[in-house]
């Protein structure tokens, strides 16, 4: 993997409806991360946390039925800059949730360095809503049907271009949670889905290979997206949506671990760990954890 590494902070909890995500990237910190990679060997550059503007600059009852539509679409078009100008460099960039929104503007400011850029989506869902199907009107939900092309013209037109990602070159890992017009989509788009019957019955080892052996010959670069919620809620239970029945703390790891082998992945966020809604941080410290695993952490 690259040797620089940017950090890049996103305290925002707009894309939801439960505060306190927010304060991610500082309980991601206060965990040790910068540090943890630091002794890995890796050269940090932290660029702190974007600033994000509240609601109340903004008129209340916004004319969109998508929550916080313009400060999501603020905070994204900050993050793609920056993120853009990272790759530039040639860092890889890391990013700290934040809500699962903010995948928007990490996808939109890495995808145009690549023909064809991959992403794992490690999560309990798909977030492939858009206006139309969504149950909640929560930008966190949709991030990657904007990805695609699909949704509110303000959020797909981010950084200048769409789509950012084919289907094709999507792999979902984890999913247990699909609203119906994500089913459709991912069956009309024929999207890449293991979801817990899968890892259950395959193993994650086998669901990781098979997902490096999908992304490997059709991709440029692989974005890797961990949602928190992606794990079971008894392991991390910081979550503003948690789901129950997801991978496990060794499961993982063992994914990081084996993507770590492979050094496909050439950027990742964590996002949706919410410390209010934690247990001394033991989220965040998971994060963190499986951030050393992704970026080479071994005990032998
Ligand atoms: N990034 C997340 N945690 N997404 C949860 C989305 C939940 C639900 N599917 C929705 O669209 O409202
Ligand atoms: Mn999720
Ligand atoms: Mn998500």
Do not use: C
């Amino acid at each position: 993997m690259k040797s620089n590494i940017s950090i890049i902070g996103v305290p925002m909890d707009l894309g939801q409806s439960r505060r306190g995500v927010d304060m991610g990237p500082s309980a991601m910190r206060y965990a040790g991360a910068v540090e943890r990679l630091e002794a890995l060997g890796y050269k940090l550059h932290d660029h702190g946390d974007i600033s994000i503007t509240r609601p109340d600059k903004y008129e209340t009852g916004q004319a969109y039925k998508l929550k916080n539509l313009l400060q999501v679409v603020e905070a994204n078009e900050i993050l793609a800059m920056i993120i853009d100008q990272a790759v530039e460099k040639g860092n890889f960039p890391l990013v700290f949730g934040g809500d699962h929104s903010i995948a928007i503007g990490s996808l939109a400011g890495i995808a145009k360095h690549y023909d064809q850029l991959g992403v794992i989506w490690y999560d309990a869902h798909g977030d492939l809503n858009t206006e139309e199907t969504s149950p909640s009107g929560n930008i966190h939900g949709m991030p990657l049907a904007v990805s695609l092309g699909l949704g509110h013209e303000k959020l797909t037109s981010i950084a200048g271009y769409t789509p950012k990602v084919k289907s094709e070159n999507i792999v979902i890992i984890g999913a247990r949670s699909l609203d119906p017009g994500e089913k459709e989509l991912i069956r009309r788009k024929g999207i890449q889905v293991f979801t817990m019957h899968e890892v259950d019955r395959l193993g994650m080892a086998i669901v990781i290979e098979r997902a490096i052996s999908y992304l490997k010959p059709r991709t440029d670069g692989v974005h890797l997206s961990v949602d928190l919620d992606g794990l079971d809620p008894s392991e991390a239970p910081g979550v503003g949506t948690p789901v129950i029945g997801g991978m496990t703390y060794r499961e993982s790891h063992l994914a990081m671990e084996m993507l770590a082998e492979t050094g496909m992945i050439t950027s990742a966020e964590f996002v949706e760990v919410n410390p209010i809604l934690d247990e001394k941080n033991k989220t965040a410290t998971l994060a963190v954890g499986l951030m050393g695993s992704l970026f080479g952490e071994k005990l032998k």
